[in-house]
């Protein structure tokens, strides 16, 4: 049977020539050698994504043709070799130039890295070979000679690394040593020019593969030095073959423009790639995916064979059977990892082989109770013992399925229109699928086969009859151990069924089975993922899976929970396979595509607690909590905070921050409070306990405790917050205090209103000189303290001149310009008369029932009202809210506002309490204009206008 093997073409890159292709064993890059000089790094996982292909990199090396280029991965290098004889390397990441020397007198053919040691050889038309150490300053160790033409590829020996083999036009293939300047043997059988030699990958072959000009490819054995195969089929010179290091594949490129894929085993030939780029030049793979690298005459082509997914399986005490190529191995992982430090390292197996398989597998699977294992692929099927890898049962068959509880019990599809069940290892029933087409199958409880008009049929394993058909087109169904729920896994979503095997029998043995209906009521949609199943496994009613992000995920009754991020390729696609849960180690396994087994512990009781908790069954989940260990609490809390059971999260968290958040979610301030009291002194000062204390406090004004909300808002230095807290509450010593408090925590706004509000003009002044406000400050104490302008207004001065003389100069002040200051001296004396006033009512302030009348006295203007009063001739009388308004003179609206600030800000005071002091002032101020002339004040501007 062939190969079943999907080509998809993953990049085409047109270019010039390319004399040479390389694969990056870990990055999607694909490496093309140009005949124009150039270098070039291809992403062909980019370029697989849609659109242009994407070149991640390029180098122009020469004006000659590059010949040969190779990656050198871990030093994050690649070594090119022009028709100038020099070998040039670079490193990939800075394209910084890290050598270049002139290696050969001719040509440079060929280049091949070492698999372990820090050596490379070149091969030349100068007939030679050389070997290079690139630690030592590239320095030239060893000189072959014993070819009679071009030397036009070397390849090393993967199971001897010290050999190494060459291809010649003098018709012959020599093998050789590393310390030998001589070939050890030569293979002739060739009729023209070798032009391409390989190394069967594993050891359990000594081949060696060979193309040449006859237009023949040869497969020697190096031990009996004899022709074990020729290929023959190519119509012009083979110039590049290869065995597939990861697939049973041999290729070869010819200048006839076709590339040939042969069986590695059976030497059929499998199929011809021919992608119109004219002539074909070079191949290259890596043993970590299964993609093919061609260098054509019109650019390059990188194309996937196959499913690169890991090819292997675990039973339930922790054997994992895996295939490389077609050899099976074994290892078990029960007790290897020890402890939580283990997670996401890879466990370092020691792997046992069971033997070779007779067929390439592309599937390998256990039965229920890991007894036997299935390996399929090339159309066949053979089942073996697990332990010794015995023959049990082998057959032809599209795909074979392992039923969920017999343990000899499986299916085959044999055409799209038949299927065959077989009861211990013997044929029992054969089931002609009510479908167009039956594309697949899924075992499990109930046999599942796949349906080419979008849908999935059950059938029941002992009579073969038709059970459910369910419209969707699943990938994957997943079933669980007891058979109650099947998830099907579809291209980009999932759904969860609950089956009642129950009303499947009953119905079964009763006959009440429609054919086209099934059994009504087996199956019940529960819920759907919104996600990509990649791979999965069911832990009681709980689904672990990885979707297709690389997330570790569970599902526990339609609820997601990420359990960890893996480790994905450049494409951002999951690169892990779950492959099992040992229930006894509380550990989910894992295993990716290069076969490395890793493990993330996953508690069992805590899937069972939260399922308890998703059926509602909550004394169970108490019962399970106690065995639950106290680290996984706060993971158990959060899972129940995203149920709606924040009070019971709360009882359960062991986590302070956790809790904090749920008692403010609950309104228990008095908690949260007392968290927050319990914070360690190192913590204390924290961005994140400051923000807490800020939250609390906001919690505690929204329902009106107003002690905690202050004592929070300090804790945290909320100037602001306790800003609005004490204007709010008429607290004048709160308001004293947070002056203070915002001044040495650098709150300057903050202060300066504090200040003001609290009728300390002298301490907003001093703050706006301390901070280089002095504009501010001289318009400020204009309005508020007149007998400083003078001395504001000069530092001014002094601090403009150091940026315009003639704009210092235009300043005045009252003393060098009385003119422009009108009603100095009455300000002057207002002043007076306001902090009089201040300094006798300190420490108390007006009750707020007091506020519909002394609100009357913000709209008094006191330099207005004097200036009336003088007019008269009379002593000012003093002024109270209740005196009519009529009696008044209007005051101007901008002064309003200044005084408004003014009053305010000294919190004013009940009106009985201030006539006697403004009648003291009002006397003074009269007796002394009569001792001075008269000051008109036509045009004239009062303090409040300007500021």
């Known amino acids: 049977m062939p190969l079943r093997l999907d080509i998809k073409k993953k990049l085409t890159a047109s270019s ?25 790094i ?40 022009s028709d100038d004889m020099h070998l040039r390397v670079y490193n990939y990441n800075t394209m910084e130039k890290m050598g270049d020397f002139e290696a050969h007198s001719d040509y440079i053919r060929s280049v091949e890295i070492h698999p372990t040691l820090p050596y490379f050889l070149s091969s030349s038309d100068d007939m030679s070979i050389k070997l290079w150490d690139y630690d030592k300053n590239f320095e030239c160790l060893q000189y072959y000679e014993g070819h009679a033409h071009y030397v036009m590829q070397v390849k090393f020996n993967p199971k001897d690394t010290n050999t190494f083999a060459s291809a010649c036009l003098d018709r012959s293939i020599k093998v050789w040593g590393l310390n030998s300047p001589t070939p050890h043997y030569t293979l002739e059988g060739h009729e023209r020019g070798v032009n391409t030699v390989d190394y069967y990958p594993s050891g359990d072959k000594p081949y060696i593969l060979s193309g040449a000009d006859d237009q023949t490819v040869k497969i020697w054995d190096y031990q009996t030095k004899s022709v074990v195969h020729t290929l023959e089929g190519h119509g012009h010179n083979v110039c590049a073959v290869l065995f597939h290091p990861k697939l049973p594949l041999i290729a070869s490129a010819s200048e006839d423009g076709t590339v040939r894929l042969w069986q590695s085993t059976t030497y059929r030939l499998e199929t011809t790639l021919n992608y119109g780029m004219e002539r074909a030049w070079a191949l290259a793979a890596t043993k970590t995916a299964n993609t093919l690298a061609i260098g054509y005459d019109e650019g390059c082509v990188v194309i996937a064979m196959g499913s690169d997914d890991p090819v292997a399986s675990m039973d339930n005490s922790g054997k994992i059977v895996w295939s490389r190529n077609n050899e099976i191995q074994t290892a078990n992982v029960r007790g290897v990892a020890g402890d939580d430090d283990t997670d996401g390292d890879r466990l370092s197996l020691i792997p046992r082989d069971l033997g070779n398989c007779e067929i390439y597998p592309q599937m390998l699977n256990h039965n229920c109770n890991g007894r036997f294992i299935a390996v399929c692929g090339d159309g066949e099927f053979i089942i073996y013992t697990a332990q010794a890898l015995r023959n049990k049962a082998f057959g032809q068959a599209l795909d074979f399925v392992w039923s969920g509880s017999g343990t000899g019990d499986y299916a085959i599809r044999e055409s799209i229109s038949r299927v065959k069940i077989y009861k211990n290892f013997k044929e029992h029933k054969t089931i002609a699928p009510a479908v167009s087409s039956a594309e697949g199958l899924f075992g499990g409880n109930l046999l599942g086969v796949k349906g080419g008009d979008s849908a999935v049929l059950f059938y029941d394993w002992d009579t073969g009859d038709f059970v459910r058909k369910i419209d969707v087109c699943p990938k994957e169904v997943y079933w669980s151990e007891a058979g109650n729920m099947v998830l099907l896994a579809c291209e980009d979503s999932a759904f969860v069924l609950s089956h009642n095997a129950s009303i499947t029998a009953s119905a079964l043995a009763l006959g009440k089975v429609s054919p086209e209906e099934g059994v009504d009521g087996s199956f019940e949609l529960l819920y759907e993922i919104n996600d990509t199943v990649s791979s999965g496994k069911w832990v009681g009613d709980c689904f672990l899976y990885c979707n297709s992000t690389g997330k570790l995920n569970y599902s526990v009754g339609g609820q997601i929970q990420n359990l960890v991020h893996l480790e994905t390729n450049t494409g951002g696609n999951t690169m892990h396979t779950i492959i099992g849960y040992l229930a006894k180690e509380d550990r989910v396994y894992l295993v990716d595509k290069a076969l490395n087994v890793i493990t993330y512990r996953v508690m069992l009781a805590v899937l069972q607690y939260q399922t308890a908790v998703m059926r509602g069954d909550f004394d169970t989940a108490n019962e399970l909590l106690a065995s639950i260990p106290e680290s996984e609490y706060t993971a158990v809390a959060r899972f129940l905070e995203g149920q709606g059971f924040k009070e019971e999260a709360m009882a359960v968290t062991t986590d302070p921050d956790h809790k904090f958040d749920l008692a403010l979610e609950l309104d228990q301030i008095e908690t949260a409070h007392e968290l927050l009291q319990e914070t360690p002194e190192e913590d204390k000062d924290t961005t994140d306990t400051m923000a807490k204390w800020k939250r609390l406090s906001d919690v505690a004004l929204k329902i009106s405790d107003f002690d905690l909300c202050e004592a929070a808002s300090i804790a945290s230095s909320d100037f602001s917050g306790l ?84 704009a210092s100069k235009s300043l005045a002040d009252p003393a060098s310009n009385p003119e422009l200051f009108p009603d100095s001296d009455i300000a002057l004396q207002v002043e007076q008369m306001f902090i009089a006033q201040r300094d006798a009512t300190v420490g108390s302030c007006i009750p707020a029932s007091d506020y519909p009348t002394a609100k009357d006295d913000l709209d008094l203007d006191l330099i207005a009202l004097i200036k009336s009063k003088m007019g008269s001739g009379a002593p000012p009388p003093a002024v109270s809210s209740q005196d009519s308004k009529e009696d008044l003179p209007e005051p101007a609206s901008e002064n309003a506002d200044g005084d408004e600030q003014a009053t305010t800000g000294a919190e004013v005071q009940p009106v009985a309490k201030v006539e006697p002091e403004m009648e003291a002032a009002s006397a003074e101020i009269a007796e002394n204009a009569e001792k001075q002339p008269a000051v008109a004040d036509e045009g004239g501007d009062d303090f409040g206008d300007d500021w």
């Open 723 to 806: 800003l609005l807290l004490y204007s709010a509450t008429g607290n004048l010593d709160g308001m004293e205090k947070l002056a203070v408090m915002a001044n040495e925590g650098g709150k300057t706004n903050v202060a300066f209103i504090s200040n003001l509000l609290t009728g300390k003009v002298e301490e907003c002044i001093e703050l706006l000189l301390a901070n280089k406000r002095v504009p501010e400050a001289a318009f400020f104490a204009r309005t508020y303290l007149p007998s400083r302008v003078n001395e504001i207004v000069s530092m001014w001065k002094e601090d403009l001149s150091k940026v315009s003389e003639s």
């Open 16 to 40: 010039e020539r390319v004399k040479s292709v390389d694969i990056h064993p870990s990055e999607p890059w694909a490496l093309a050698a140009l005949y124009s000089g150039n270098v070039m």
């Open 42 to 81: 291809w992403d062909y996982e980019a370029s697989h994504a849609g659109g242009a292909p994407s070149c991640v990199k390029s180098f122009e090396l020469s004006e000659l043709p590059v010949r040969c280029a190779k990656f050198l991965a871990r030093k994050q290098w690649f070594l090119a070799a």
